[in-house]
């Protein structure tokens, strides 16, 4: 079941204190994407987000989904010391209070060129909209069960990148973006773009497990990138939006 953020417009999966499963608008509003043309670092990025938002007159609690580039793969405590870092400025938009956190996230390692520091590659906000169709943000998975024990205990088939276990992989993830699609009350055909971030041939699964399901309706962006914990090697995300802009 999903649940109603009214101060920003739009409903959620729940998901863990650092992100929400999925954002999609409520009637009313639209989901709209902006990309930075270059990743700008956390911090900077931050304060360019609230500028940007606050110039298009909408309160910061519309922020509803951002996507993320760090140096490398993080280890579990070094991932809840971001996070925590990172909600700290979520919770001053009024967007995170008592552990629940309405925004989507992706957050993944280029193999080639990355960042020096974790930084903003796009972001997503609502906007007031009439007889909008529905536009959402799915949050990117990896392969690894959500919640409880360390991600080396949940993930499948821990250490393992052959054809066959990237397939297992794959296969996880994109049954668990069909279950957060399903509880905000869209599918593949409403998708606007589907993104994975592997360093791994996507190849032997893309035509029966991807494009057969109907995730690539609208083609596959492949990133050149690892998920952001070690021991994880396969992320997606997607999304249905209609609006998407490109800035300095």
Known sequence: MSTSFLPGGFRFVPGMFQYSGGAAAEPGFAIERVRFHRPVPL???????????????RPMTSFCACELRSPAPFTDQGFIDFNRQYVGTLERWGLFKDEVNPVARSNVCPEIDPPAGPSFHAFSFTRPADNAPPTFVIAGSGEAQEGGATYKERIVRYGETSPDAMAAK?????????????????????????????????????????????????????HLCRPPVIGLEYEMDCRGVRAEHVID
């Open 170 to 222: 794959a296969k996880h993830v994109h049954v668990e973006m069909e279950r957060r699609m399903n509880v905000l009350g869209v599918s593949w055909p409403d998708c606007t773009a589907t993104q994975i971030y592997t360093v791994h041939d996507i190849h032997p699964f893309l035509g029966e497990d991807i494009v057969r399901r109907g995730a690539a309706s609208a083609g596959v962006t492949w």
């Open 43 to 57: 911090e900077e990025g931050f304060k360019r987000i609230e500028a940007y938002i606050t110039a298009a007159g």
